[in-house]
């Protein structure tokens, strides 16, 4: 099992709907978890942190962590042209002295 | 404006030639980083330094070095052992509390002629 899993996408969601970005890590003892967004020739951006089992929403963006499933997920609502980017998810692992281990990252297209 | 910045946008290295990339950063932040992206692929850890004078290998550091003379800076090298280096650079800093969590430059990217 690879560190960070993610469908590398395309996912395509007509504009307005919800789009839902999954990601799996293999460390259990992972404890930060970050989403970031990446257009095309940039560097990525933080979008979202979460620390703790739940939801934690900012704006448009909810993160949702469920360490029993070592899963993390990221729901864009309202989904906007914009929104067309690359999403990377990262969590640290212990394996590698607790750095951030990067998935390879969601394509993520909105369709107008 | 506090931020990263890398310098150059792009590169070119001839083969068997050196080439430096800049990173500077004015966030005060203790820890710095440079990423390898490639088409396609995550992140790959280069090196990193979490203090001055002070740096490990990360996972693909073989044909690069860099130093930390200075808080404010960490330079990376592609020698001419990176027989692949055709790749986006990314700079990245952290500060310790907060778990990892990055900030990024806007990255170089390097090419062979």
């Known amino acids: 099992q690879k560190e960070v899993e993610q469908n590398s996408g395309p996912l395509s969601v007509p504009e307005g709907a919800i789009a839902s970005l999954n990601c799996t890590y293999s460390d259990r003892g992972s404890q930060s978890f970050f989403w970031y967004r990446q257009y095309s020739g940039k560097s990525p951006e933080l979008i979202m942190s979460i620390y703790s089992n739940g939801d934690k929403e900012d704006g448009r963006f909810t993160a949702q962590l469920n360490k029993a499933s070592q899963y993390v997920s990221l729901l864009i609502r309202d989904s906007q042209p914009s929104d067309s980017a690359t999403y990377l998810c990262a969590v640290n692992h212990r394996e590698y002295g607790n750095k951030l281990v990067f998935g390879a990252g969601t394509i993520l297209r909105v369709k107008s | ?113």
């Open chain 2, 1 to 113: 404006d506090g931020g990263i910045t890398q310098s150059p946008k792009y590169l070119f290295r001839k083969e068997g030639q050196n080439v430096t990339l800049s990173c500077e950063q004015n966030l005060n932040h203790d820890a710095m980083y440079w990423y390898r992206q490639d088409p396609g692929q995550g992140l790959r850890l280069i090196y990193y330094s979490q203090i001055v004078n002070d740096f490990q290998k990360g996972d693909i550091a073989e044909g690069y070095s860099v130093s930390r003379e200075k808080k404010e800076s960490f330079p990376l090298t592609v020698t001419s052992a990176q027989k692949n280096p055709t790749a986006f650079y990314l700079c990245a800093s952290s500060t310790p509390g907060t778990g990892e969590k990055l900030f990024f430059g806007s990255g170089t990217q390097l090419s062979v002629l």
